[in-house]
């Protein structure tokens, strides 16, 4: 319905939000969300998160919500590794959807995670909430209250030509829904980014609905106005033609920037729930958060974009999301309860992890990831394997997606040691200089949460094949002039400020780049060899020379806008993960040595001005809105 007090504010700059008027107050909906578990099964050393022990929190608040109530995720609630590698192997029902059956979601969003394995996988996770275990298992454990299996919403996904997907449309899969909240219908209109055919799998089967032309276009304006045009008729057909009392959108989108970009343009839409991001938001309410976790000051949980309350948790399992919205008799918002709303901390200190989730899917997973316990090699070194989540390198910080890591040298050496080897072995006839690019989108933490430092000490497999769940594979593209060198280290670092997947961990040469020059146009300032060679000064290039690149099979098919699909990419079949084992225990003697790889990097990329300076160059208009792989 209409919101009262509508009012727009910068997307950089979200307020407080809106105190609910009680005196006014007719009503109240609480809306329990989540968003990007991926595969944070289990709880840190300290107790908190797990899924066990989130389905308990989760049950626990929804028993004690007052008034309306509903239960959605925002996607991203599976991602490739060994424990979904295992969960696939193992057969229907996957291990991560008995979970989310057992948490008891009232609609779902399908992330970009969820389609990395392709539609088969997608169409085996939504299938097995019908196969979840419905009574009690051999232990003797049953459901807990509220398991169910969710209505999979998807407004802007067109799965109609897909032999995985087609058949689940109507029964599982649907472009909207209603869902009844006590009293209420609350319609529910769910978004995935406009961006998913070049972050994760579909195939071409999987198509955008979008008004207008180039729903992938590149100026994030457009693309939030073609979304928002879907999602305002959407609801309007809720509200007009299926009874819906109250909207609230639930969107994949890769960032409250993006998410807020579309706020400006909506109408009928009372909430948004976002994903993607990663964002910790800070909590008006002064609810507590576990402990080290800083919240990002400049996104507050339910702070509005032209009226609408924006919420989303920062994933793994550490978290529940409770928005509490006010209304008046006639349905239109009168704000947030922030007294009632924030983050929920997941403490298994304080609850019981739910035995029916523990059996059926954490001990499975516990078996399986025992397999891979198989030491391959020993680190003198922390490896840093930090997402950089809530990060800049406008202020400063590590992680693999805003700077260069330890970890992700030692992947682009691996990758590009692996090219050089099968050239000498096989004689592949490359006589240009082997350089490698890894994305730093394909570095992942395996079921241990997402911003993770890799203690120095024993290296297993289950470790590397963490760091690697893609399945992707290596090989090379030969040819690659200066000019589309530059070219690509420009799309590398195009997003870094919004700790983007795209941000290139390299091998074989060094750059710097310029934050305060212009996105995909002269932020790349020098290119240089390892051995010193300048191959771009800022305003020549100094040689002619081409180049081969060792790339992964993502990127070289587009994966995170990199723009080499018109080049031919030479598939070796190598998997990442094997050649990254093979490279620690052959080329390295199964020691990764300080020297050779020491904490913060050596120096292979530069940014310019220094961190921490950018604000007093006045350059907060940086953090444009744009979207990342989450």
């Known amino acids: 319905m209409k919101r009262v007090g509508a009012s727009a504010f910068s997307t950089l700059a979200l307020v407080a939000a809106l105190g609910a008027g009680s005196a006014q107050a007719q ?50 609630q599976i991602l490739p590794g060994t424990a979904l590698s295992a969960s696939i192997t193992n057969g229907t029902p996957l291990w991560p959807a008995i979970g989310h059956y057992a948490a008891g979601f009232d609609a779902m969003v399908l992330g970009n995670h969820e389609f990395d ?42 799965f109609s030509a897909d032999v995985n997907l087609n058949p689940l449309v109507g029964s599982s899969i649907f472009s909207s829904t209603v869902i009844n909240s006590g009293t209420k219908n609350i319609g529910i209109v769910g ?119 924006i919420v989303t948790t920062p994933g793994g399992y550490n978290y529940v999301g409770q928005l509490v919205l006010d209304f008046d008799a006639a349905g239109n918002l009168l704000g947030v309860d922030t007294a009632n709303s924030g983050l929920q901390a997941v403490n298994g200190n304080l609850v019981t992890a739910d035995p029916y989730t523990v059996e059926t899917v954490e001990n499975p997973i516990t078996a399986a990831l025992a397999g891979g316990n198989v030491q391959i090699a020993t680190s003198e070194v922390a490896l840093d394997s930090r997402r950089s989540n809530g990060l800049s390198p406008l202020t400063g910080g590590a992680g693999e997606r805003i700077a260069e890591t ?15 080897d099968e050239n000498t072995e096989f004689n592949l006839g490359i006589t ?80 710097t780049y310029d934050l305060t020059n212009t996105a995909d146009v002269d932020r790349v300032v020098e290119i240089k060899l390892e051995d010193g060679t300048i191959i771009f000064d800022g305003t020549n290039f100094l040689t002619t020379d081409s180049f081969t690149i060792a790339f992964l099979s993502f990127t070289a098919g587009g994966g995170d806008d990199y723009p080499v699909t018109d080049l031919t990419f030479i598939d070796l079949g190598i998997n990442d993960a094997e050649l990254l084992k093979e ?48």
């Open 27 to 76: 009503y109240e909906l609480t809306i329990l969300h989540h968003n990007d578990g991926e595969n944070g099964f289990f709880a840190d050393g300290a107790g908190f998160g797990g899924i066990g022990n989130f389905v308990t929190t989760l049950g626990d608040l929804r028993t004690a919500a007052a008034g309306e109530v509903i239960t959605v995720s925002a996607g991203d």
């Open 117 to 158: 394995l392709g539609t088969g996988v997608t169409a085996n996770y939504i299938s097995s909430f019908g196969s979840a275990p419905a009574t009690s298992t051999p232990g003797g454990f049953s459901p807990p209250t509220g398991a169910q299996a969710p209505a999979f919403v998807n407004t802007n996904l067109d």
């Open 191 to 309: 978004v995935t980014t406009p961006e998913l055919a070049t972050v994760s799998n579909p195939g071409p089967d999987v198509t955008l609905v979008a008004p207008g032309t180039n729903p992938n276009n590149t100026s994030d304006a457009i693309a939030a106005g073609q979304l928002a045009g879907i999602v305002n008729a959407a609801a309007a057909d809720l509200i007009n033609n299926q009874g819906a009392d109250n909207v609230i959108l639930v969107g994949h989108l890769q960032g409250i920037s993006f998410d807020s970009l579309v706020a400006n343009s909506l109408t009928d839409i009372d909430a948004i729930v976002a994903a993607g991001g990663g964002e910790l938001m800070a909590d008006a309410g002064g609810h507590n958060l576990i402990p080290g976790d800083v919240p990002n000051t400049a996104t507050v949980y339910g702070s509005t974009v032209n009226g609408v309350p």
């Open 406 to 420: 330890n970890l992700g040298n030692l992947i682009a050496d691996a990758l590009r040691d692996r090219i050089s």
């Open 432 to 511: 240009e200089n082997i350089l490698g690019i890894m994305n730093a989108g394909g570095i992942r933490q395996d079921s241990n949460g997402q911003d993770t430092i890799i203690p120095a000490g024993p290296i297993t497999e289950g470790i590397v094949d963490g760091q690697l769940p893609f399945d992707n594979t290596a090989g090379y593209i030969s040819g690659v002039t200066p000019q589309r060198l530059k070219d690509i280290l420009e799309n590398a670092v195009s997003e870094v400020e919004n700790v983007d997947g795209r941000f290139a961990q390299v091998s074989g040469l060094e750059f």
């Open 583 to 630: 490279y620690l225990i052959n080329d390295l003697g199964g020691v990764i040595t300080s020297a050779d790889y020491p904490e913060g990097g050596e120096g292979r990329i530069t940014v310019i001005p220094e961190p921490g300076s950018l604000a007093l160059l006045g350059l907060g208009s940086l953090l444009v809105a744009r979207r990342r792989r989450g």
